[in-house]
C-alpha cells in the first residue's frame, strides 16, 4: 500500500480521473509533507512546504516564469545549431547544364518537420519522456507532459494563428505559398490528435500495447517522407516546367510541344532577335489571363487538393492559333463572328482582344475594332485611352475619337504611338475603352460587346542587363595557388544584355572547407556599375597556410541585384544568387619544403585557436547588454538582462555551433533543455498543487503558454516580415504533428517495452487494481496503463477546435485570398473568433479535470 494510504483502494476509479489522479489522492502531493518530485522542492528540509500557500503560490510561479526564460534561451541556442546543421550545401553536376551547382544537403520540408520541428517542440517532447522515466511513479503515465502536448497545440493553432492574423499591416495580405505540403501537415495535424484518442479509448482501451507506441511512432517519418513527396510536387503531376536550361519558371498545363509552339510564334511574331529574357517574358504575358473570382475560388480548392497555389495559375494549354502582327493580342481573342445571344437587330462593337503586349520599341500599334450582328446600317462607337500602370505623353500617346462602320463595314484599326525610352522599368499598361454604341436605324439597337475594354501591356526593352561571374575555364570554379605571402587574386564579374543604368548587387565570401581567418579574409560589400559599365572587380585574398597536397574551397556569392539586374539562370546559384566556387590549390614549389606531420599540428592548433575565440565571443555576448551593442539599449534590455543573465552565462557553456558540423553543440543545448524541463515539471506541479488545481490543467494553460509563447513572437515577427504565411502559421500543423508522433509515440513506446519485460509488479498491482476493468489484465504480464480521462476530453475538444479553425483557414483562403491580414474588420474578428475558441478549449477541459477527483477511504 503505498505511504499515507489506507489498506483499502478505491472501489474504483473515476472515468474522468486520469491514472495520476488515481495516484495522488493516495500519496501526499507533491507541495504536501512528505511530497516531493525529482529536484524540489529544494527547501523541503527547512520547512518549505509549511509556508503560506498564496506566498508559495508567488514565489512558485516567479520561478516558473523564470524557467521558461532560460529554456527559450537556451532553445534559441538549440536552434542555431540546427540552422548550422540545416544549411549545408554540397556541389554536385547539374543534368541540364553539365556543370557543378552548390545545393542544400537538407530539403527544407524535412527539415522543417524534423530538426526545426524538434527545436520548437523539445520542452514539450521532453517534458512527457521526462515525466514517464524519471518523475514519481517512475515508468507510470501521468498527467503533465502528454496535457502540455495538447495544449501546447491548441495554442499554437489557436492563438498563435489569432496573432499571426491580426499582425499583418493595414491592406496587406499573406497567404501560404507551399499549399500542397500544409494540407499534408494540416491533415496529419488533426489525424495525430484522432489516433490519440483511438489507442487511449478504443483499440485497446487504457492500455498502450507496444504496437500501438511503434504504430504511433513511426508516424513519424511517414509524415516527414509524405511531406517530402509534396514537395518535389509528387501529388501535383498536372504541373509541367520549363526546362531550368532557361528560366525556373512553371507552366500548368502546358506541355513542351505547346511550349515549343508557341515560343516560335512569338519570334514569328516579334522577330528572331529576341533576347532570352524578352522571350521569356512574351511567353509569361501570353499565358497569363485575367483572373475572376470563379477562378480564384477554383484555383484555391486544387491546391488545396495537391495543385499549385492560384497566384500563377496559367491560361488553358490549348493554344489557339492567332494571326500575329507587331502586337501580340494574348487572351480571349474570337475565332469567328461573335453571338451577341439577342436578336439579330442587334449591333455589337468589341475589340479583337482583350489583352495585347508590345514591345516598348515597337513604335505604332493598331488595334482592331470589330462590328458584328446587324450589319445593314451604318454605326458609330467612341474610343478612349485611359491610363494604368503606364502614363500618357510619358509612355503613350493618348488617343480619343469616333469610329464610323458603313453599312457591310465589320473592322476598323486605331493607332496607338508607343513612347520608346532609355529608361529602365517594370512592364507597363493602359487601357482602351469603347463607349456611346449608337446606330442609324430606328428598328435596331447598339451595345458594346465583352470586349469593350482592352489592356495594352507594354514590355521594356531597356534591360539594366544580366551579371555573372566571368571565368575564362567557363565553369563555375575558380582555382587559385597559394603562396608564401598573402595572394591577392581579381575576380571580373560582367555585365551582358544590356547596360542601361547604375546598377548594384551584394557580394560576399562564404565558408566551405576552407576557414576565414584562416585560409582566406572574409570580406563582404557591395559592387556597383555605372551606366554603360560592362565589367567589374572583386578583391580575394587568399591567405598563406602551407599545403602539400589538400585544396580547400570556400565560396563568393552574389546577391540582392538591384535596379532591374538579374542573374544568370544558368550559372550556378540560379536567378537569385550567383556562385563562383574557390579552389585554393597548394604550390607546387613548396611541396618539398613542407613537412607533413609539421602542417597537420598547425592546422590542429589554428582549428582550436579559431574555436576558443567562438567561445571567448560567448560569454563576451552573455555578460553584456544586448551582446555588447550599446545603439539603442533601453531600461527593459536592462532589466531583462539582469534577470536572465545567469542562463545567458551558463549556456555560453554549450559548445559553439562551430564544432563538429553543428552536431555538438545539438546534443548538448538538448540534453541542457532536458534538464530545464525537467525542473519545470516540479515547479509546474508545485503550482498546481498549492492553487488546488490537478496537474492537467496547470500543463494546458500555464505550461503550454510558457514553451509556446517564444514561437508565438517569432510567428508574428515572421508574418510581418516574411512574403509568405509559411514561416508563421504554415508551420504550425506540423510541429502539432510531430509532437504527438514523438512527443507522446516515444514515451509510450518505452513504458509498453518496459512493462511488458517487468511485468506486474507489487507497485503496478497497487496503482492499477481499482482502475475499472483491471480484472481482465490478470494473467497477461504487465501493462503500460494511460486511462483516457481528462486527456480525452481535452483531446476531443481540441479537435473540434481544430476543425473550425482549419474551416476558418479555408474560408479566408477562398473569399479573402490568403490566410493572413485582410480588411482591418475582417482580420480583427477572426483573430477574436481563434481566441475565443481557445479560451473555449481551456474552459472546458478545466471544468472537466477539475470536476472528477476520487479520494481514497
Request: hydrophobic share 45%.
Amino acid at each position: 500500500t503505498p505511504p499515507g494510504a489506507s489498506a483499502e483502494t478505491p472501489s474504483a476509479a473515476s472515468v474522468g480521473s486520469t491514472t495520476i489522479a488515481v495516484l495522488a489522492e493516495c500519496e501526499p502531493r507533491i507541495c504536501e509533507p512528505g511530497g516531493g518530485g525529482l529536484f524540489l522542492p529544494a527547501l523541503g528540509a527547512a520547512g518549505e512546504q509549511d509556508w503560506p500557500r498564496p506566498l508559495r503560490a508567488v514565489l512558485y510561479l516567479a520561478g516558473l516564469a523564470w524557467l521558461f526564460m532560460g529554456v527559450a534561451i537556451v532553445a534559441d541556442i538549440f536552434m542555431g545549431a540546427i540552422e548550422r546543421i540545416t544549411s549545408k550545401k554540397r556541389r554536385v553536376p547539374c543534368k541540364v547544364t553539365g556543370r557543378m551547382v552548390t545545393v542544400k544537403v537538407w530539403n527544407d520540408t524535412v527539415a522543417n518537420l524534423t530538426l526545426m520541428a524538434l527545436g520548437s517542440s523539445a520542452p514539450e517532447i521532453l517534458l512527457s519522456v521526462i515525466e514517464l522515466t524519471l518523475l514519481p511513479p517512475q515508468m507510470m503515465s501521468g498527467d503533465l507532459g502528454p496535457s502540455t502536448i495538447v495544449g501546447s497545440a491548441a495554442f499554437n493553432l489557436l492563438c498563435i494563428t489569432a496573432v499571426c492574423v491580426s499582425a499583418i499591416p493595414k491592406g496587406e495580405i499573406r497567404y501560404i505559398k507551399d499549399l500542397t505540403v500544409f494540407s499534408v501537415t494540416a491533415t496529419f495535424s488533426v489525424f495525430a490528435y484522432v489516433w490519440l484518442v483511438l489507442v487511449v479509448q478504443v483499440f485497446s482501451p487504457s492500455v498502450i500495447e507496444v504496437w500501438e507506441g511503434a504504430t504511433t511512432l513511426l508516424f513519424f517519418p511517414l509524415l516527414v517522407f509524405v511531406a517530402y513527396l509534396a514537395d518535389i510536387g509528387y501529388f501535383s503531376e498536372s504541373v509541367r516546367r520549363i526546362s531550368p536550361k532557361a528560366f525556373k519558371v512553371e507552366v500548368p498545363e502546358l506541355t513542351k510541344e505547346e511550349l515549343a509552339a508557341l515560343t516560335m510564334r512569338i519570334r514569328q511574331a516579334h522577330g528572331d532577335d529576341l533576347t532570352d529574357e524578352q522571350l521569356f517574358r512574351l511567353v509569361e504575358k501570353e499565358t497569363d489571363f485575367h483572373k475572376s473570382t470563379a477562378h480564384y475560388r477554383v484555383g484555391a480548392i486544387r491546391a488545396m487538393f495537391g495543385g499549385r497555389r492560384v497566384k500563377d495559375v496559367k491560361a488553358s494549354s490549348k493554344i489557339r492559333r492567332r494571326s500575329f502582327s507587331s502586337i501580340l493580342p494574348m487572351i480571349g481573342r474570337q475565332e469567328g463572328p461573335m453571338d451577341s445571344g439577342n436578336e439579330p437587330a442587334q449591333v455589337m462593337f468589341s475589340f479583337a482582344a482583350n489583352h495585347f503586349a508590345v514591345m516598348e520599341n515597337v513604335g505604332t500599334i493598331h488595334i482592331t475594332i470589330e462590328r458584328t450582328g446587324e450589319l445593314d446600317s451604318t454605326a458609330w462607337v467612341e474610343f478612349a485611352s485611359r491610363d494604368g500602370t503606364a502614363i500618357k505623353n510619358e509612355d503613350y500617346h493618348p488617343i480619343s475619337g469616333v469610329l464610323e462602320f458603313g453599312p457591310g463595314q465589320e473592322r476598323q484599326t486605331i493607332s496607338v504611338s508607343i513612347i520608346d525610352d532609355n529608361t529602365y522599368e517594370d512592364d507597363e499598361h493602359f487601357f482602351l475603352d469603347l463607349s456611346n454604341p449608337r446606330v442609324d436605324n430606328k428598328d435596331s439597337s447598339a451595345d458594346v460587346g465583352p470586349h469593350d475594354t482592352t489592356c495594352i501591356s507594354i514590355i521594356d526593352d531597356d534591360f539594366p542587363g544580366t551579371l555573372s561571374f566571368h571565368i575564362e575555364s567557363g565553369l563555375d570554379e575558380l582555382r587559385v595557388k597559394e603562396g608564401s605571402e598573402p595572394k591577392t587574386t581579381l575576380v571580373t564579374v560582367e555585365r551582358r544584355e544590356g547596360a542601361v543604368g547604375s546598377i548594384s548587387c551584394k557580394f560576399a565570401t562564404e565558408e566551405a572547407s576552407a576557414m576565414k581567418g584562416i585560409d582566406f579574409e572574409h570580406f563582404e560589400g557591395e559592387l556597383h556599375f555605372e551606366p554603360g559599365q560592362m565589367t567589374a572587380t572583386i578583391v580575394v585574398t587568399i591567405l598563406p597556410r602551407g599545403r602539400y597536397e589538400s585544396t580547400a574551397e570556400f565560396r563568393l556569392v552574389l546577391s540582392q541585384p538591384s535596379h532591374g539586374v538579374k542573374f544568370d539562370a544558368k550559372r550556378d546559384g540560379g536567378q537569385e544568387s550567383q556562385i563562383l566556387t574557390i579552389v585554393i590549390e597548394p604550390d607546387a614549389q613548396d611541396k618539398d619544403r613542407v613537412d607533413t606531420i609539421m602542417k597537420k599540428l598547425q592546422i590542429d592548433y589554428a582549428k582550436h585557436a579559431i574555436a576558443y575565440g567562438n567561445w571567448r565571443d560567448q560569454f563576451r555576448c552573455a555578460l553584456l547588454v544586448n551582446g555588447g551593442d550599446d545603439e539603442a539599449v533601453s531600461i527593459a534590455d536592462k532589466i531583462m538582462h539582469v534577470i536572465t543573465v545567469f542562463w545567458k552565462v551558463l549556456f555560453a557553456s554549450i559548445p559553439p555551433a562551430d564544432y563538429c558540423g553543428g552536431w555538438l553543440c545539438f546534443f548538448t543545448s538538448l540534453l541542457m533543455i532536458g534538464v530545464v524541463t525537467a525542473v519545470i515539471g516540479d515547479l509546474a506541479s508545485l503550482v498546481g498543487c498549492v492553487l488546488g488545481i490537478p496537474d492537467s490543467a496547470t500543463a494546458i494553460t500555464l505550461v503550454a503558454l510558457g514553451t509556446s509563447l517564444p514561437d508565438t513572437f517569432a510567428s508574428k515577427t515572421a508574418a510581418e516580415q516574411d512574403p509568405y504565411a509559411d514561416a508563421s502559421v504554415g508551420n504550425v500543423t506540423g510541429s502539432n504533428s510531430v509532437n504527438v508522433f514523438l512527443g507522446l509515440g516515444l514515451p509510450w513506446l518505452i513504458g509498453a517495452v518496459y512493462w511488458r519485460v517487468v511485468g506486474q509488479t507489487s507497485e503496478w498491482k497497487s496503482m492499477y487494481r481499482s482502475v475499472p476493468g483491471a480484472e481482465r489484465w490478470e494473467g497477461q504480464g504487465g501493462q503500460f496503463v494511460v486511462i483516457g480521462g481528462d486527456l480525452t476530453f481535452s483531446v476531443g475538444v481540441f479537435v473540434i477546435t481544430a476543425v473550425l479553425c482549419m474551416a476558418l483557414v479555408v474560408l479566408r483562403r477562398r473569399y479573402v485570398g490568403g490566410e493572413l491580414g485582410g480588411p482591418t474588420c475582417l482580420k480583427y474578428s477572426t483573430s477574436a473568433l481563434l481566441v475565443f475558441l481557445w479560451l473555449a478549449y481551456v474552459t472546458a477541459s478545466i471544468v472537466n479535470s477539475t470536476g472528477a477527483t476520487t479520494e481514497c477511504r
